[in-house]
C-alpha cells in the first residue's frame, strides 16, 4: 500500500500562486509515477499534471506554462507550483501515484480562485 498526503490548498485571488505538496509513505519503492488531478462538483476528475520516476513531465493543455510538477525523492514528495492562477483553476486537487498495486489518491486540497 501507498498512502499520500496532500497539503498547500487553499484561497488566492487570480494571477496569485500555490504550491501544492504531496509526500508519500509506504510501499514507495513500487511507485512509478506521480501526479496532480483536479475534480469540480459534478465533473471528472482530470489529470493536471505528472512525473514518472525518470523525471519525465505532462501537463494539462489548460495549466502549461503556469504549473510545474516536480519531485523530491529523499522527502518522498512531490510538488505542484501554480501560478498565474484562474478562476477556472478552482477545483479539489488529488495527488495520484501509480505502483505495482494500481492507482493510489490522497484525500483531496481545495484550492479556490476567488478575489
Known amino acids: 500500500q501507498v498512502q499520500l498526503v496532500e497539503s498547500g490548498g487553499g484561497l488566492v485571488q487570480p494571477g496569485g500562486s500555490l504550491r501544492l505538496s504531496c509526500a508519500a509513505s509506504g510501499r514507495i519503492f513500487s511507485i512509478t509515477a506521480m501526479g496532480w488531478y483536479r475534480q469540480v462538483p459534478g465533473k471528472q476528475r482530470d489529470l493536471v499534471a505528472r512525473?514518472?520516476?525518470?523525471?519525465?513531465?505532462n501537463y494539462a493543455d489548460s495549466v502549461a506554462g503556469r504549473f510545474t510538477i516536480s519531485r523530491e525523492n529523499a522527502k518522498n514528495t512531490v510538488y505542484l507550483q501554480m501560478n498565474s492562477l484562474k478562476p477556472e483553476d478552482t477545483a479539489v486537487y488529488y495527488c495520484?501515484?501509480?505502483?505495482?498495486?494500481?492507482?493510489?489518491w490522497g484525500q483531496g486540497t481545495p484550492v479556490t480562485v476567488s478575489s
Open positions: 495520484w501515484a501509480l505502483g505495482r498495486g494500481g492507482d493510489y
Open positions: 512525473i514518472t520516476s525518470g523525471g519525465s513531465t
